[in-house]
């Protein structure tokens, strides 16, 4: 298990790239496995999902090569059905979130799919009946095999139908639009999901052939086709990243140079920032944070305190949550931070009470954070990382904090970072993997 010794209180200064989108390119490779062609895919990060993702598909047959820096093609033509069934690739999967989205692309294309229980970070209940309830009313049959641990899909021919999902799952919807592009007839989702790594999953598709409308929307019509053909693609930057360099910024009194954010995509995100008090000006496409003193939390406009909560796109994402709690600890003023999609995503404030920040963990969804206006400094402390995001939510408080402090179990940074250490040297910051 790998660490960051971090030493803290050094601001940073300078210019940072966002890498690509992790959540965006997960649902795209997995989309590869829907044509016989090649499909060329631009900007992917060098994140250990994302390699795990594709090593899965090399073995599952896929021919993939590394045409660039960071640009790959997949070429599914001569996929190992045999090697869908064995235990070794059923493991992998579980080992792996992004893999659940599997399932939709080789049903439509296969007529079966086997699946263990996908893994992922472990921040609360995680149920899969969206993805499980709309490709079977596509017609699939569902099968628990209790002996194996794993489910069993299969369906001779989809078939297009209406269905109104549960509720807005990012992978659920991007799971039943790649089942419903190759199925006989039109598919309605109402309240599909319609984050920007859904948006940019319907327009590859599009531009592979399929017939999506409604993208960016709750109402997604699809008609389906009986063929899909190669591609090109370029991921979004990771909008996720974009806020966490935000926030890195604010806590650390740092200026920093946000480049290429793609900010027409970023949402609510810039604005939830600023309502923390952080000044950041869009300059072209970048975002440039100046070094800052101070920041004051608004208040709600009749003098309550702020709620910062998580909601469905164009909602504020639950995955800056982490990282917002972290910045509001250096505040002026409070706020509540209220993580409602999931339910142990929160525990991780313990740490941060004992490097010396003001919360109220009133529940497992609910936490107040009383800012300490940069009077006190966080303490550097002995770490461990939960989960990706109390991950680097706990690499900003180390780096803003007065003296060293380790943090363990970094491959859950290592998730979705890429060479976060390197990067942040390059501007200024102290951490050394070990
Ligand atoms: C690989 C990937 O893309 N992961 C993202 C994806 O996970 P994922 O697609 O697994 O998450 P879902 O959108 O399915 O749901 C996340 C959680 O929120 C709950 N929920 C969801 C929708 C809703 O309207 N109400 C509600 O309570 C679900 O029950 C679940 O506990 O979307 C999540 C929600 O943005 C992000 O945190 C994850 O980073
Ligand atoms: C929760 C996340 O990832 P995953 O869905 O892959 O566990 C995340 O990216 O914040």
């Not at 390699?51 to 997949?74: C, H, P, W």
């Not at 692309?105 to 996908?118: D, N, Q, T, Y």
């Not at 974009?242 to 810039?270: D, H, Q």
Request: aromatic share 6%; charged share 20%.
């Amino acid at each position: 298990m790998a660490s960051f010794v971090i030493e803290g209180g050094h601001r940073l200064c300078g210019e940072i790239h966002p890498q690509g989108a992790k959540n965006e390119v997960l649902q795209i490779i997995c989309a590869t496995l829907l044509t016989e062609e090649e499909v060329t895919v631009n900007n992917i990060p060098d994140i250990l999902d994302v390699n795990n993702l594709i090593q899965l598909l090399r073995e599952m047959g896929v021919t993939v090569a590394k045409k660039g820096i960071d640009t790959y093609s997949f070429k599914a033509e001569n996929v190992d059905l045999a090697y869908l069934e064995s235990d070794e690739f059923l493991k992998k999967c579980s080992s792996l979130r992004g893999s659940v989205m599997l399932i939709g692309p080789m049903v439509a294309r296969f007529g079966k799919a086997l699946i263990s229980k996908p893994g992922g970070d472990k921040i609360g209940r995680r149920r899969l009946d969206t993805h499980f309830v709309g490709i079977q009313n596509l017609g699939a049959d569902f099968r628990y095999d209790e002996e194996r641990g794993i489910y069993e899909i299969t369906a001779k021919q989809l078939r297009g139908n209406y269905m109104l999902l549960d509720e807005a799952s990012v992978t659920g919807t991007a799971n039943i639009v790649m089942a419903a592009v190759l199925a006989k007839g039109t598919t309605t989702i109402y309240n599909a999901a319609c984050e920007p790594y859904v948006q940019q999953l319907c327009r590859l598709l599009n531009r592979m052939g399929a017939k999506i409308s409604g993208i960016a929307s709750n109402l997604l019509t699809i008609e389906g086709v009986d063929k899909l053909h190669g591609t090109q693609h370029t991921v979004l930057p990771d909008m996720i990243e974009v806020g966490s360099f935000i926030g890195m910024a604010a806590m650390t009194k740092s200026e920093i140079t946000i480049k290429n954010v793609s900010y027409e995509n970023l949402g609510i995100i810039p604005e939830s920032f600023r309502r923390l008090g952080i000044k950041l000006e869009q300059r072209g496409d970048d975002i440039y944070v100046p070094a800052q003193e101070t920041y004051e939390i608004e208040s709600f406009i009749d003098g309550s305190i702020m709620t910062i909560a998580d909601a469905t796109w164009p909602g504020l994402t639950p995955d800056l949550l982490s990282v917002m709690l972290v910045v509001a600890t250096q505040a002026k003023g409070s706020v509540l931070i209220h993580q409602k999609m999931f339910e142990s995503r929160l525990f991780f404030v313990d740490k941060l009470i004992d490097m010396g920040a003001q919360i109220i963990l009133c529940d497992p969804h609910r936490a107040v954070v009383i800012g300490h206006n940069h009077g006190f400094k966080l303490r550097g402390a002995r770490l461990t990382s939960p989960d990706i995001r109390a991950g680097i939510a706990l690499l900003i408080a180390a780096m803003s904090a007065e003296g060293t402090s380790t943090i363990s179990n970094i491959e859950q940074i290592d998730r979705g970072y890429q060479n976060i250490e390197g990067r942040l040297n390059a501007i200024g910051a102290r951490i050394t993997r070990i």
